[in-house]
C-alpha cells in the first residue's frame, strides 16, 4: 500500500558505480526517503527526459541520509538512468509497496535472490540479522560475474549459498536446488525472476514453511491506479476491506495489484 | 494584460475550472495520485470504466512498453455497479475536484441502466459513455465503430440523465466525422477523442503475443498524430465540444489539441510518467495566453482550421 510518506522527492545523484557488465549503483542524497523506506520497498524514477514511462526500482540500501538503487540495464529506460552522474538529479516517486514483514520471529530464516532480485533483499538481510537471526542467503545469477554484491551480504552477517547456471561460481544449476538441498529454514523471504518464485513457493508451501515472495511486473502507473500489474490470490486468502472487487466477484481467485497490495505477498495466498 | 487568463471550459451544463480531465483507466479513483499532484488544479477525473457485472478483467500481462507508447489490455476489471455504488463511490467523495463516472458495457441496455444509476448519484458530476473500449473481445469496441449502435447506446443513456454525456470515440474508424454526427444527434453533450488504438507486441523468443489478451490499445505519444487528427475531423462535424485526448505530455502537445478543435484535454499515459505533468500543462497554458493577451482557451479553439467557428462554452460566450 502506498503509506503516508509517499510523494515526489527530488533527489541528487551522489556517486554512480558500476558493478559488473550493465549493473549500476546509484546513490542519492535522499534524506526524507532514505529515513520512510523499510526494507523490500521500491520506488518509480521519473525518467529525467520525460520520454519513457517511470521505472519502478527496488531501494537497495539506506545510510543516512542517502539511498541507493541498484538495477540492471536491460532497455531504453534503465539505460537513461544508467546515463545519470554524480551532481545530476533524480526525482522519485515512493516509498512504494507494503514491503517485507520483518518482524523477526523465525529464528532461521532464508533469503533467495535470482539476479536483479538481490536489489530486494539487502535492507531485509540486514533488518533480520539486527533481530538476531541466523540468515542464510540462497543466490544465484546466470554466471559469476553477474553476482554482485556478495560479499556486501556477507559483511552484513549473512551465510552466503552461491549458484549459477553455467557453473563458474558456486553450486552450477538453479538456486532453488541448493534451497531445496539445504536444512529447511522457519522462514523465507525472496525475490527474482517468476519461474525462481514459483519454484520456491512449491518448496515452501510442500514443507510449511511460510514464504513472502516480492513479485516483479511490467507496471503501469506503479501507484494503484491502473490495474495493470495484477496477479491471482487465492479468493479465500483475500481479507475483506483490503480490495473490494473480491467479494463482488464470483470465482476461486481475485486479482490483486503487484504494486499497491505488494509487491510482497505470501506462498500460500498466490493462485499460481 | 493584467486580468489572469480564464481556463475554465464548460462541458454541457458541466463547468470546470481547468480544461484537463485525467484519463479514465488511467488515474485510479485519484486517491493513489493525491500525495504526488494538486487535485485542486485538474478539471476533473474520468474515473476507471464500471460495467453492469463485476468482472475480473484480462490475463496479465496486460502492459507492454512500446516506442513512445503503450499497448494495454486491462479488460475491464471493476467490481460492477452494484458494488461501486454501495461500496465504492462514497470514499470518493472528498476529492477536491470533479468526478465524471465512465460506463463500458455490452448492450444498449447495460450502458442505460448503468448511467442512469451512476448518473443519479451526488458524487458524479457527469457520465463519460466508453464505446470504444479495444479490450473486451471486440462486443465493447461494436458500439462506437457503428454509427448506429453509437447513437443508439446516447439515446438510450441520454433518456436516463440531465447531466453532462460525453462520448469517447474510437479511432478504429474509417469515418469518425460520422460517429460524432450520430452521437451528437442522439443527444451528446460532448464528445471525447480518442480512446487508445488497436495494437499488438510480439514476443519473438518465446513466439507468442506480449499480452495476455493478444491485442491491445496503444496510447501515449505514438498516437499523438492520429488524434490530432481524428479531433480535427471530429471537430468540424459537430458543434458539441471535444475533449482531446492521446499523447498529451506538454503545452505543446495540448496547444496542438486546442488547434485542432479540441475545447477541453484529457491527460492519461503522462500521468505515468510524471504525475506532475497536469499542473505543469495548466501553469504553462495559463502563461502562454497572458503571453499571446488572450482572455480565454475559446481564442484557440479550431484555430489550426480557417474556417472553423467556435462553440460557445467559454466564459463570457453568449448562449
Ligand atoms: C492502462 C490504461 C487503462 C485505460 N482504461 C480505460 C477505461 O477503463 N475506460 C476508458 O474509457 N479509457 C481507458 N483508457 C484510455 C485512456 O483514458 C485514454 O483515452 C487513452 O489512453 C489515450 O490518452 P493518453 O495517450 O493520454 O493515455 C485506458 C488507458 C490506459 C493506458
Ligand atoms: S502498475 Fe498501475 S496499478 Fe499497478
Redesign the pocket.
Known amino acids: 500500500m502506498a503509506t503516508i510518506d509517499t510523494r515526489v522527492h527530488a533527489t541528487t545523484v551522489s556517486e554512480r558505480r558500476e558493478l559488473g557488465p550493465g549493473v549500476v549503483l546509484l546513490t542519492l542524497d535522499a534524506a526524507e526517503l532514505a529515513n520512510a523506506t523499510r526494507p523490500g520497498q521500491y520506488v518509480m524514477a521519473i525518467p529525467p527526459s520525460g520520454e519513457t514511462a517511470a521505472t519502478a526500482l527496488a531501494v537497495y540500501e539506506t545510510q543516512g541520509k542517502l539511498a541507493s538503487l541498484l538495477f540492471f540495464t536491460t532497455g531504453k529506460r534503465t539505460r537513461e538512468l544508467a546515463a545519470l552522474h554524480s551532481g545530476d538529479r533524480l526525482d522519485l516517486i515512493g516509498p512504494l509497496g507494503n514491503g517485507f514483514d520483518c518482524s523477526g520471529d523465525a529464528r532461521d530464516v532464508a533469503i533467495v535472490a535470482g539476479g536483479v532480485g538481490i536489489a530486494s533483499v539487502l535492507l531485509c538481510a540486514q533488518r533480520l540479522v539486527r533481530l538476531g537471526s541466523r540468515v542464510r542467503l540462497f543466490y544465484g545469477a546466470r554466471t559469476a560475474e553477474l553476482l554482485i554484491e556478495s560479499q556486501r551480504f556477507a559483511d552484513a552477517g549473512c551465510e552466503l549459498v552461491e549458484t549459477t547456471d553455467d557453473g563458474t561460481r558456486g553450486a552450477p544449476g538453479f538456486v532453488t536446488d541448493a534451497l531445496e538441498r539445504a536444512p529447511r529454514p522457519q522462514a523465507i523471504y525472496a525475490c527474482g525472476p517468476t519461474p525462481m518464485l514459483r519454484r520456491v513457493a512449491q518448496i515452501a508451501n510442500a514443507s510449511g514453511v511460510r514464504a513472502q515472495l516480492s513479485l516483479e511486473e511490467t507496471f ?2 506503479g501507484i494503484g491506479g ?3 500489474c495484477v496477479v491471482p490470490l487465492v479468493r479465500a486468502s483475500v481479507q475483506a476491506p483490503s480490495f473490494p472487487p473480491a467479494q463482488a466477484v464470483n470465482g476461486d481467485f481475485v486479482y490483486a495489484r503487484i504494486c499497491r497490495e505488494g509487491p510482497v505477498f505470501w506462498a500460500h495466498e498466490l493462485r499460481w | 494584460m493584467s486580468t489572469v487568463p480564464s481556463l475554465a471550459v464548460r462541458l454541457g451544463s458541466l463547468e470546470l475550472p481547468y480544461p484537463t480531465l485525467m ?4 488515474y485510479g479513483t485519484g486517491e493513489e495520485f493525491a500525495p504526488l499532484a494538486d487535485l485542486t488544479r485538474i478539471g476533473a477525473i ?1 474515473l ?2 464500471v460495467t453492469r457485472l463485476p468482472r475480473l478483467g484480462n490475463p496479465m500481462p ?2 507492454v512498453h512500446t516506442p513512445a ?2 499497448l ?1 489490455a ?1 479488460g ?1 476489471q471493476n467490481p460492477g455497479i452494484d458494488w461501486y455504488l454501495e461500496r465504492e463511490l462514497h470514499k470518493y467523495a472528498e476529492r477536491p475536484c470533479k468526478l465524471i463516472g ?1 460506463v ?1 458495457g455490452f448492450s444498449v441496455d447495460d450502458y442505460a441502466r448503468v448511467c442512469e444509476r451512476l448518473a443519479a448519484r451526488a458524487e458524479i458530476a457527469a457520465v ?1 459513455l ?1 464505446v ?2 479495444p479490450n473486451v473481445a471486440s462486443e465493447g469496441e461494436t458500439f462506437g465503430c457503428d454509427p448506429g449502435l453509437t447513437a443508439e447506446v446516447v439515446r438510450a443513456a441520454r433518456s436516463t440523465t440531465d447531466k453532462t454525456l460525453i462520448v ?1 470515440l474510437s479511432p478504429n474508424v474509417t469515418d469518425i466525422a460520422a460517429v460524432a454526427r450520430a452521437a451528437e444527434a442522439a443527444g451528446a453533450d460532448a464528445l ?1 477523442v ?3 488504438v488497436r495494437g499488438m507486441a510480439i514476443d519473438v523468443d518465446a513466439w507468442r503475443p506480449r499480452l495476455g489478451n493478444v491485442a491491445g ?1 496503444l ?3 505514438a ?2 498524430p492520429i ?1 490530432v487528427l481524428a479531433v480535427y475531423e471530429a471537430a468540424q462535424a459537430v458543434r458539441i465540444p471535444i475533449v482531446g ?4 505530455e506538454t503545452l505543446t502537445d495540448a496547444l496542438e489539441f486546442f488547434l485542432a478543435g479540441a475545447s477541453a484535454i ?5 500521468n ?1 510518467t510524471d504525475p506532475r505533468v497536469p499542473g505543469r500543462i495548466v501553469t504553462e497554458l495559463q502563461a502562454y495566453l497572458a503571453r499571446r493577451g488572450l482572455a480565454d482557451l475559446g481564442a484557440l479553439v479550431g484555430k489550426a482550421n480557417q474556417g472553423f467557428t467556435t462553440p460557445h462554452q467559454y466564459e463570457g460566450d453568449e448562449g
Open positions: 503501469g502507473c491502473c490495474w495493470g | 484519463g479514465s483507466g488511467c474520468v476507471k470504466s496486460r502492459i507508447g503503450m494495454n486491462i475491464l465512465s463500458a463519460e466508453n470504444s473500449c469517447k471525447a480518442i480512446n487508445t490499445g496510447s501515449g505519444p498516437i499523438r488524434a485526448q492521446g499523447g498529451i484529457s491527460i492519461g499515459t503522462a505515468f
